[in-house]
């Protein structure tokens, strides 16, 4: 079982609908991370949160410590969010040097 | 400007060989990394530098060298490459991760290495 589990693996929505991929992590943590991978394969940081709720333009990021939970939100969908959204932690002894990865979410938006 | 680059973005060469990768980031982050990205898109830490010293070198064959000439600069070099190696390597930077709370890492495009 990894340290990192996201569902749904795959997901597929109409443009504007809102979109939820979640993720499980069963360590202690310091931090967690969204990620996306455009389909290119070029990746980039969405967010790094340790408690509550952040916010950057449709996208939310929330995360339960108790629960160890995340989710990823996506307000208003387009097909320019599709791509794979990845979830990673740090452990509670390091800092952000050592992430470990969830599987992905591919997320595929149609028109 | 580009943050975080890689070169080559591409690699293809045959078994045997050695090739490096190199990788420069000019956000002045103390700390530079290398993943690998296999076949079934799973990403995993190799090696984590802070300040031209190696902080984290995960279990990964010692074929595989990382070289840091200075902070900005995070160089892979790969000796008797076999077919196992083929993957997309990225390279990542950050703020020195004890110094704050907000510590993202910045990936570079990626390398797509082949090895026939």
């Known amino acids: 079982k990894n340290e990192v589990e996201q569902s749904p693996q795959n997901l597929t929505a109409q443009e504007g609908e809102f979109i939820t991929i979640n993720c499980s992590y069963s360590?202690?943590?310091?931090?967690l991370h969204w990620l996306q991978q455009h389909p290119g394969g070029g990746i980039v940081s969405l967010f790094m949160?340790?408690?509550g709720k952040k916010k950057h333009g449709r996208l939310i990021a929330t995360i339960n410590i108790q629960e160890k939970h995340s989710s990823l939100h996506i307000t208003a969908s387009h097909p320019r969010d599709s791509a794979v959204y990845i979830c990673?932690?740090?452990?509670?002894?390091?800092?952000?040097?050592?992430?470990?990865f969830g599987t992905g979410t591919r997320l595929t938006i149609i028109p | 400007d580009t943050a975080v680059s890689q070169t080559p973005k591409y690699l293809v060469t045959q078994m045997g060989n050695d090739k490096s990768i190199k990788c420069e980031q000019n956000?002045?982050?103390?700390?530079m990394y290398w993943y690998k990205q296999d076949s079934k898109k799973f990403l995993k830490i190799m090696f984590s530098?802070?300040?031209?010293?190696?902080?984290i070198n995960e279990t990964v064959p010692n074929r595989f060298s990382p070289k840091s000439p200075d902070k900005a600069h995070l160089n892979l070099h790969i000796n008797s490459l076999e077919l196992g190696d083929s993957a997309v390597y990225f390279c990542a930077s950050s703020q020195d991760p004890s110094g704050g709370n907000d510590d993202t890492q910045y990936f570079g495009p990626g390398t797509r290495l082949t090895v026939l």
């Open positions: 949160l340790s408690s």
């Open positions: 956000l002045g982050h103390d700390t």
């Open positions: 990673a932690v740090s452990p509670p002894n390091f800092g952000n040097e050592k992430l470990t």
């Open positions: 360590v202690g943590i310091s931090a």
């Open positions: 530098y802070n300040n031209k010293e190696l902080i």
